[in-house]
DNA sequence: GGCGAACCGTACCGTACGGTACTGTTGATG
DNA sequence: CATCAACAGTACCGTACGGTACGGTTCGCC
C-alpha cells in the first residue's frame, strides 16, 4: 500500500480503473460486507491473483479505490471574475449545493461508512486519507471563495479555515452523519436548494461587510 | 431483536448490564471486529450460550449495547430560573461544551461506528435507534432552551428545528466526522470551550433578539 | 512458429466467526 | 436430601473469507 505524501497518485492502469470502478459499484450495491476479494474479482471479471499483484492487499485494495474515486471527483473553479455582492451569493450557494451533492453521492457515502469502519483498526489511513483527498480539496474551492470576497470587501474575517469551518457547519450540520447511519437521502435531495440558501444567507449575516449587504 | 416503539427500554438484569458494560468496553478497545461473541463471553465471564439466550442474537447484542448506553447518558436539564442575557449565553455555551463531550466521547464514537458500519445492511435500524436516542434526546434540552430564550424575548426564530440544525451546525461543524474518521479527538478536547463560546457568540447574533445584545 | 509475460478461472488452505449442543456446577426451594 | 433452573465452560459444526497455487489461454514480440 504505498501512499506517496506528494499528490502525485499512482494512476493505475486502464484495465485496474476498470476493476476499481466494479469495486466501487459493488460497494455502493452491497454495503462493506460485499466487498470481499472473491466478488470483486467476480464482478471486475479478473482472478484473485491479478487482484493480489495489483494492490498488493485488501487494504490496498481500498486505498485504491479512494484515491480512484477522488481522483475522479476533482472539483476546479477559477473564479476568474470580479465579485460583486450578488455574484459572490450564487457562488457560495452554487458551493452549498455542490457540496451537499457529493456529500449525499451514494459513493462518496459507501466510501466514507467505510472509512469510518475502519477507523479504529488500522490507525485511520483511510480516513486521513478520505479526509485529505475528500474534503481539503473541495475546501480549497471554498477557500479560494472566502478570500476573493474578502478581497473584494464582501466579506470580513479573520481566519480563512475559521470562516470555513463556520460555512461548512452551516450547510451541512448533521446531515451527513443521519445520512451515513442510514437516513433516506434521496428525500431530502429535493430540499438542497432552499438548504444552501439559508445556509448562505446565515453565513453572509455573519460574515458579510456592510457593503454586501446593500 | 425486540425494540419497543415505546420509550420504554428493555430493561436488563444486573447481571445483563453488566455483560453489556464489558461488550462496550471490548468495542471502545478493539473496535467492532474486536466485538465477536467469544469475545464478549470471555471479557463478561458468561457462556455464549447465555448471550444467546438473553439477546437472542448478535445484532439483538448490538441493539441491546446501544440502548444501555443511551439510559446512561439520559440528560436532564429543568433550566427553571428565569433567563437573562447573560444566564441565556452561559446555557448555551454549556450545552455547546457538553454536546462536544458526548459526541468525542469513546463509547459515543465506537458506537457511531458501530451503526454506520451496519447501516447499509440491516436497513438502519441501529442508525435509527442511535438517531432517536442520542440526538433526540439531547436535541430536547437544546429545544426547551432554546424556547425558553424565546419566551424571554431574547431569541427570535421561527421553527425550533431550523434554529437548532443551525447551532447545532455551528457548534460541531464537520468535528464529529473528522473524530469518527480517526481524528485524533484527544488533541482537540482542550478547544472546545473557545469553540462553544465561538459557536454560541454566532449563534446570538444570527438569533438573538436587540435586547439580548445589551 | 516459438517463446514468455500477463492474466483468467478455479481449486485449495488455514483461520476465524456465528451459532448450537452438551456437561458439569451452583444455589435456591420444598 | 432431592429437584430443578440458571448458568459457566467448552467442544463442536458449518460457513465464509483472505490469501496462495496452479493449469490453461491470450497476446505481443523475436
Sequence with gaps: MQLAAHPHQPDYSPRQNDVLDSALRLLVDGGEKALTTAGVARAANCSKESLYKWFGDRDGLLSAMIGFQASKVRTFDDTAETLTAETLQEHLVLFARDLLEV????????????????????????????????????????GALLEAGRDAGLLVFGDRDDAYDTLYGLIVSDLHLRM?????????????GRRAEKAVSAFLRLYGSEKSSA
Tied chains: 1, 2.
Excluded: C, H, P, Y
Excluded at 467505510?114 to 473541495?138: F, N, P, T, V, Y
Design 180 to 192: 451515513l447511519l442510514g437516513e433516506d437521502s434521496g428525500r431530502m435531495v429535493n430540499d438542497f
Design 103 to 142: 456529500l449525499a453521492g451514494d459513493v462518496s457515502l459507501a466510501l466514507n461508512r467505510l472509512a469510518i469502519g475502519q477507523a479504529s483498526r488500522d490507525g485511520s489511513k483511510l480516513g486521513s486519507m478520505l479526509q485529505e483527498r475528500g474534503r481539503r480539496q473541495i475546501g480549497k474551492r471554498a
